[in-house]
């Protein structure tokens, strides 16, 4: 391919040199024009010379006219032929030619000086390399792969080292460890961010998330100290009460979960799609904690079975574009507010097609699950990353409407990109 790549290029330094040179090297065609019309003047003035002539010997003017005339003709046709003009065409003709050879020189030797520099002579392999082309069209795309955003991450981390007190760098790697679902390291990143910016809340409520992510999901200890210091000095922080009234419900204290989410439910903006979300669970977990005894057992019996059939496949159109191992998420969400899922599982492409049931022991937090809802949306996502938040190029399959006292298998088909 590489001597195929310099035959092309030799081609086209050629046709540029053909376009270049012959114009150079022949006489240039205004120089033909000048000659045909140099010769028109002269045979004008012969013209005139022989009418002065003849008028001269008839007596129509006197010898002293007759030589101002011939003065003044010599004078126009002087300026006509434009004496020096052959001086500069001769020059500009030598130029021309001198200019052939440096062309001849400078095409090719330039050409290739930039192209070493700035070209890539292997582009025609790497057209043919599937591999390649797959990474060139993600790039085009503008959306990095995940073996570029892990080395963008391994550079931040390793910038960080060098530059210790960069607040800003320690939550930006916080939030890319989370989001990574490294959890630990994320703790690392964020508990650096905390010694530097001491009590803020914008460093202490991820740093407190983090931390019982990393525990499993419990919000004991550390967590929920750093939740309540914020409360303390800002009693209004909307991520502070939500996380309140999760470590709390997550603790058995629905009494006091439902107070925090009664005052986040008044600190939300009217028009907030989170404000009728935080309401439908205040009625749902009041509605647990208000019943009378008999009724309140058996509402619970109800509530902790509540669960969701679920039947997922892949379209054999796409099932080419992934792997055996590549993750599988079967999830629950809520049709509106908090997109935090209900209830999730885990599962490989190699399992496919597989039926599963989610319930509220697949919750990610006690606050949000599936028996505080009527209606929720599934879904399915194939992730090559392995990561749990979406990403462009994911595979994807929905049931935009669910009802759970619908007990009939629920099918999902995986048939779209997400974009």
Do not use: C
């Amino acid at each position: 391919m590489t001597f195929l790549f310099w035959i092309i290029a030799g081609a086209l330094i050629f046709i540029a040199l053909l376009i270049l040179i012959p114009p150079l090297w022949r006489t240039p065609a205004h120089a033909v024009i000048e000659d045909d019309l140099d010769q028109r003047n002269i045979h004008i003035a012969r013209d005139r010379l022989a009418e002065l002539k003849a008028n001269k010997a008839s007596g129509g003017i006197s010898h002293i006219q007759y030589d101002e005339q011939v003065a003044e003709l010599e004078l126009a046709l002087t300026e006509d032929l434009e004496l020096a003009k052959p001086v500069m065409s001769q020059g500009v003709q030598s130029l021309g030619r001198w200019l052939i050879y440096l062309l001849m020189a400078a095409v090719p030797l330039l050409s290739g000086g930039l192209y070493a520099l700035l070209g890539n002579f292997q582009a025609i392999e790497l057209v043919n390399d599937p591999a390649q082309r797959a990474g060139s069209d993600q790039a085009d795309a503008g959306m990095p792969s995940p073996e570029e955003i892990n080395q963008m991450v391994a550079k931040l981390a390793d910038k960080l080292k060098r530059e210790p007190n960069n607040l800003e760098g320690w939550m930006m790697l916080g939030r890319s460890y989370k989001v990574m679902e490294r959890y630990q390291e994320a703790v690392n990143a964020y508990g650096q961010a905390y010694k530097l910016a001491g009590e803020k809340a914008d460093v202490m409520l991820p740093y407190a998330e983090v931390l019982a992510l990393a525990n499993k999901g419990n919000w004991t200890g550390s967590p929920k100290e750093l939740v309540m210091k914020v409360l303390a000095k800002e009693p209004e922080h909307p991520t502070a009460l939500w996380f309140a009234a999760m470590l709390n419900a997550q603790q058995g204290d629905k009494k006091t979960a439902v107070t925090f989410l009664r005052k986040l439910e008044t600190v939300l903006p009217p028009d907030s799609p989170d404000k009728k979300q935080i309401h439908e669970i205040i009625v749902n977990t009041e509605g647990q904690t208000d019943a009378p005894a008999v009724e309140k057992s058996t509402t619970s019996e109800s509530k902790a079975t509540a669960s969701v059939s679920v039947q997922v496949s892949l379209t054999d159109e796409l099932r080419a574009e992934v792997n055996a191992d590549d993750t599988v998420f079967i999830y629950a969400q809520a049709l509106s507010g908090p997109k935090m899922p209900l209830a999730i599982l885990r599962k490989k492409v190699s399992e496919l097609p597989l039926s599963v049931s989610l319930s509220d022991a697949d919750a990610m937090t006690p606050a949000m699950k599936l028996s505080n809802f009527k209606q929720i949306r599934l879904l399915a996502r194939i992730s090559k990353s392995g990561n749990a938040m979406p990403q462009a190029g994911d595979l994807i399959g929905t049931d935009e409407q669910v009802n759970l006292i619908d007990e009939k298998p629920h099918k999902i088909v995986i048939n779209e990109r997400v974009k």
